[in-house]
Structure formats: C-alpha cells, structure tokens
C-alpha cells in the first residue's frame, strides 16, 4: 500500500468514513478473528496505534470488547494497536489487569500488541530481583511492554524508579502518564529527568496532560491538569528534554496529545519534523463510539506533513520500538 495520498483521496475518506465505521462496526466478531488469523505479515493499515483499552475503563463509558476494536481500526485504516492495563487505583473507575489485556488479546497478536503493568505500591518480595521475575511472567505470555504507568505517586518515587529499572534490564518501553494526581512532576519535568539520568536503559513513552503541557516553555502547574490553547512558547521541557536524552518517545494520544499538536498548528508541525524520530501516533480509544481528534488532525489539518514524516509517526516509530518490525 502506497502511504502517500493524495488530497482527493483524503476528501473521498472524510466523506465516507463515518458510513464505513458503521458497517464494519455491523460484522461479525467471527469474521474479524479469521481475518486477524490469516495474516502472516504486518497488517495493512496506514497507523500503528501507540495507545488503546479494552473492557470498562470508567463508570461514564461503555465496555469496549476486543473485536469491537479491531472493527473501528479496520474503518480507520489501524493496521495494528497497542492494548494497556490499567493497574493503579487512581488510573481508572475500573482495574484493567495484565492478564485480562494478555487473555483477550491472545487470538490476535498480529494486530493487538498487549502491554503489562504492575502498581509500584504492590507487595513482592526480592527487591529488583523479584520485580523481574513478576514482569518476566507477563513477557513470556506475550507482554512488548509496560503501562500505562499511571499511579498516585511522584514520578521519581524510589517505587517507581524500581519499576524503570526491571523494565530497562528486560527491555520493556514503558508508557506514563503525568497529570497533578498520577506520575506528579513539576514545571520543567525534573522528576522525568531523574528517572531518564538514572535509567538510560528504559524507553519512556510520555502521554498525558502534565507531559503534554511541557511542549511549551511557559507551563504552569496548573497546566498539569489541563489543556492550554494558547500559542507554544518556545523553551518547552520535552524539547529540551529530547536533545538530551534519546530514551524519550511521545504519545500523541488522547485530547493533550492533539491539542498540543493543534493549539499552534505551525509550531506542532515543526516540532513533528524535528522529532519525527522519537514520536508515536496515538488515540487513547477506550470506548464505543469515542471521539478520535487524531485523524482529523492529520488527515484535514496537518496534510503537508513529508510522507517519510508521516510515516515514521503513523506506524515505523511504533514498530521499530516494539520490535515488530
């Protein structure tokens, strides 16, 4: 498939996607899992999708079931998704375990990549040592990575930074989340930075309002918890952050993901230029039915982005991190 496209071809999508969706979200589970079977190679499908849940999140959302998912990605053109647990009381209304993600994935590894995670808070004996012999359990069922790491802890927390050492030493990349209730950092990211120095080994993977807020030099805290719309200012933490330490990635999901890209659409469109190498696409699709502002983003807002650009945040990113590719 041909990732560049040309303008008509995305007015011919935009048009017609929402009756697409409805009538692959009208198949059968049956016929998604053979199709899911019968792939030998890496799925068609312009995006890899960085981050995704199954089952009920939260109590204001519907339960999302593992072909329902894969019927949204095949009308948005989602050749492969990553699927996160859930595992800290302050993540979520519900717990999303490891080992729901890893049973319900099972019978389409091809196109639904599970993660595993543990709360730093947990009871285990053995200190490092026995942190990786829990987290070796979920990598031999088929874990590529750890997250969301979400809990209601400082970032830097002696806990947390045990949970960045076992992932470095299986080569786990490891997606957080930064907000003032889970993963706590301040203006600059000086916790992050810590975990980064200390853990060159690790792979992070930001997402969320506190990391995405960084994107420009004049976050505040209480910027941690939002979603600012005004204009980037230059000097922002994970610039600065990204020139110093190559163990750094960015989710694109969710509404901070977006509006840091949309709220100053020049400036989101260099700063993908200059760190196409280190960015993820990204959705957070938790439920049926969700509002996606990713596609719209790329595919009407952002359609001068070099194909090589695109293509390396749409799905070569993904891959390459995850050693699918």
């Known amino acids: 498939m041909s990732f560049a496209r040309g303008i008509s071809r995305r007015a011919f999508h935009g048009q017609f996607v929402s009756a697409i969706a409805a009538t692959a979200l009208a198949g059968s589970g049956a016929g998604v899992r053979a199709q899911s079977q019968s792939a030998k190679d890496s799925p ?3 995006y890899v999708d ?13 339960p999302l079931s593992a072909e329902e998912l894969l019927r949204w990605m095949d009308a948005r053109r989602v050749a492969q998704a990553v699927v996160l647990p859930l595992m800290s009381p302050e993540s979520s209304s519900y ?7 890893l049973a319900e994935t099972r019978p389409f590894r091809d196109r639904l990549i599970p993660f595993c995670s543990v709360d ?10 026995g942190l990786v012999a829990m987290l070796k359990k979920y990598v031999e069922a088929g874990a590529k990575g750890f997250g969301e790491h979400k809990p209601g802890l400082t970032f830097d927390d002696p806990r947390s930074m045990l949970i960045y050492a076992a992932c470095a030493e299986l080569k786990l990349p490891l997606l ?16 992050l930075e810590k975990a980064l120095k200390e853990h060159p080994g690790c792979n992070f993977i930001g997402h969320g309002p506190g990391w995405w807020a960084s994107i420009s030099g004049d976050v505040t805290q209480n910027n ?9 200012a230059p000097g922002g933490a994970i610039d600065a952050l990204m020139d110093k330490y190559s163990n750094l990635f960015g989710d694109l999901s969710a509404g901070s993901g977006a509006g840091a890209i949309s709220r100053d ?8 230029i200059r760190r196409q190498d280190r960015i993820l696409f990204g959705t957070d699709f938790l439920a049926p039915a969700q509002a996606v ?27 390459h991190l995850l050693g699918l590719a």
């Open 44 to 46: 068609a499908g312009d």
């Open 50 to 62: 960085m981050h995704t849940h199954l089952g009920q999140t939260w109590n204001t959302t519907q």
């Open 95 to 101: 717990l999303i375990t490891a080992d729901y993600v």
């Open 120 to 129: 730093p808070r947990t009871s285990y004996t053995g200190g490092l040592k």
């Open 176 to 191: 957080f989340h930064i907000d003032n209730l889970r993963n706590m950092d301040q203006p600059g990211l000086p916790g």
């Open 224 to 232: 941690f918890q939002g979603y600012p719309k005004s204009k980037v």
């Open 265 to 272: 659409l020049e400036f989101g469109r260099q700063f993908l």
């Open 293 to 319: 502002p990713q596609f719209e983003l790329f595919e009407q807002r952002l359609t001068d982005l070099p194909a090589d650009v695109q293509a390396k945040i749409y799905r070569h990113n993904a891959r």
